[in-house]
């Protein structure tokens, strides 16, 4: 997949070929990832997009290799690490990317370690 970190008002981010946004989360039981970070609400945010850690994802999800995914993800810890040094970054394990459009409004919501992301698009509001 062609990728590349672009500037934003908001901060840098990754996107891809179709130019949508990656996004961080951990969509699996456990430990959250933006969700638990109680540092810094900065920290929570540059969470979500840091293009250094998408790129590493987008690494391992594409080797088939276990041996290689092992050494990809050791990778990881460390870079994470090093941008997070304050931080329990307990859902790194199960850490993906959802693609979405530039500008596009989201909530992470989280149960149990569970993260799901939410759009208007895919969530029911309802009006008073």
Do not use: H
């Not at 933006?34 to 293009?51: A, G, H, I, Q």
């Not at 994802?57 to 995914?69: A, G, M, V």
């Amino acid at each position: 997949m062609k990728t590349e970190i672009k500037e934003f008002a908001n901060g840098r981010r990754l996107v891809n070929e179709d130019g949508k946004v990656a996004v961080l989360y951990s969509p699996y039981y456990g430990a959250g990832w933006s969700t638990w970070m109680y540092s810094s609400d900065e920290n929570r945010v540059k969470s979500l997009f840091c293009p250094e850690i998408a790129l590493q994802i987008l690494k391992i999800e594409e080797t088939s290799d276990k041996k290689q995914k092992e050494y990809l993800f050791s990778e990881l810890v460390i870079l994470v690490e090093k941008i997070f040094p304050e931080d329990y970054c307990g859902g790194l394990r199960n850490l993906t990317i959802k693609w979405l459009n530039p500008n596009t409004l989201f909530l992470v919501r989280e149960y149990d370690g569970y993260e799901r992301i939410e759009t208007k698009e895919n969530t029911d509001y309802f009006i008073a």
